[in-house]
Nanobody, 116 residues
Framework: QAKLVESGGGLVQPGGSLTLSCVAS????????IGWFRQAPGKEREGVSC????????YYADSVKGRFTISRDHAQNTVVLQMNNLRPADTAVYYC?????????WGQGTQVTVSS
């Protein structure tokens, strides 16, 4: 059975950095489009960054362009979101997603809090 497990969230001061990881089991992420989404309290879930299985032209939300980078570690079957220059507005639960035309998997989420 497929499973995605996120890690790397936590409390960081504005301007700081965090690296989120999403490890997949039961599936090979090489065949999946991957993405990171986030949901802040009282708000809808929004897409942060996504990439196709080929990794070409990844998508970034305007609010994170130039600060966040999505990447894959093929050997570890992992998706990574590097987040730099974090802002209080980035505070949310971050979710990993892996999908094809048939399958759609979500992780359980990891909390990111940006506060001084």
């Amino acid at each position: 059975q497929a499973k995605l497990v996120e890690s790397g969230g936590g409390l960081v001061q504005p301007g700081g950095s965090l690296t989120l990881s999403c490890v997949a089991s039961g599936i090979s992420l090489d065949y999946y489009a991957i993405g990171w989404f986030r949901q802040a309290p009282g708000k809808e879930r929004e897409g942060v960054s996504c990439a196709t299985n080929t990794g070409e032209n990844p998508y970034y939300a305007d609010s994170v362009k130039g600060r966040f980078t999505i990447s894959r570690d093929h050997a570890q079957n992992t998706v990574v979101l590097q987040m730099n220059n974090l802002r209080p507005a980035d505070t949310a639960v971050y979710y990993c997603n892996a999908k094809t035309s048939i399958d759609n998997y979500w992780g359980q989420g990891t909390q990111v809090t940006v506060s001084s």
